[in-house]
């Protein structure tokens, strides 16, 4: 019951809400032994099967939540009933759902925190299935010998759950559209974002991965361009700012060539303070982009200012410096945490069903 992946189709979705159901726990059987010369066979009934859980798991070959929105509804199978001979029916098959590295489970009722499922193969059983019924065998007493009676199974868990993902890498290229964020994404590694010369060509975040001299690999997340007010949500800031939290180091790029890049500059950090504080204060570099042009080598000559690092995506002029630069920056900076607070975590628990007499 996977889904099944259809990247041709679908656009990048980062959000999804979906209803999963648990299967339902086999019947117990009521049944009693019928052999030649046994004329007063006991009781024989099996128990019923345990219902199938829905199981979400972490897969770098997924990238995108959008299976779950096109498909919202999904039930692992019911188990089934117990048979004579105490013959146990057979489990239910689990669903298995594969979702993206850095998928947060919610409750969507409550809006609690069910797991972060932050490294491949990572796995949480986000709806148990339900115990099998006992079968007639157990009730068997001094006082009942042939006991009528078995117990249903317990229905399956069943809620519904916000997916919502947050990509994962060492680097997150932040800063207004246009900034040439996507043209340096292409220069360093070999993704292949969308890119234009006019603003919020990039809609979706977008991964890279850049390879260092000596053979170790970076991932870069290029997030879409941020505008004034992103963290009270202009501009789908809200959703883009959120790519950003599990990013290690943040690298805050402008276009040289603009009106006033520091402007621009402060205005991006702004609104990373405003969204978090922790994020405002993870490590960070700043890249000055379109160095191959005349008013970003003018700015260059007249800035005082150390530590910028200036570049141009075009030429790759200053790109080999900036990589080191972030893997020097990495290489100090702790794992981040995320930039809201930990929600309780849900624990699901079992019932047992009461014994009830057969239908």
Known sequence: MAPSRDSSHGSFVDSATIQ?????????????????????????????????????????DESSLAPYVRRKQWRAEDGRAGAGGLKSGRSGADARLAVPVGTALYDDSSGALLADLDAPGAEFVVASGGAGGRGNVHFKSSVNRAPQIAEPGLPGAELGVRLELRLIADAGLIGPPNAGKSSLLRAISAATPRVADYPFTTLDPQLGVAELPDGRRMVVADIPGLIEGAARGAGLGLRFLRHVERTRVLVYMVDG???????????????????????????????VNKLDLPETRALRRRTRCRGIHWVSAR????????????????????????????????????????????Q
């Open 20 to 60: 999963v159901r648990a299967g339902h726990g086999g019947r117990g059987a009521v049944s009693f032994r019928r052999e030649p010369y046994v004329p007063r066979g006991g009781p024989d009934g099996g128990d019923g099967g345990r219902g199938g859980s829905v199981v979400l798991a972490a897969t770098p």
């Open 257 to 287: 060539s603009g009106p006033d890049p520091w402007a621009d500059l402060a205005a991006i950090q702004r609104e990373v303070a405003a969204y978090s504080l922790d994020l405002a204060r993870r490590p960070s570099l700043v890249a």
């Open 315 to 358: 030429t790759a002029e200053g790109v080999p410096e900036l990589l080191q630069a972030i893997d020097r920056e990495l290489a100090a900076a702790p794992p981040p945490r995320p930039a809201e607070p930990a929600a309780p975590v849900i624990r699901l628990r079992r019932r047992r069903a009461p014994a009830a007499p057969p």
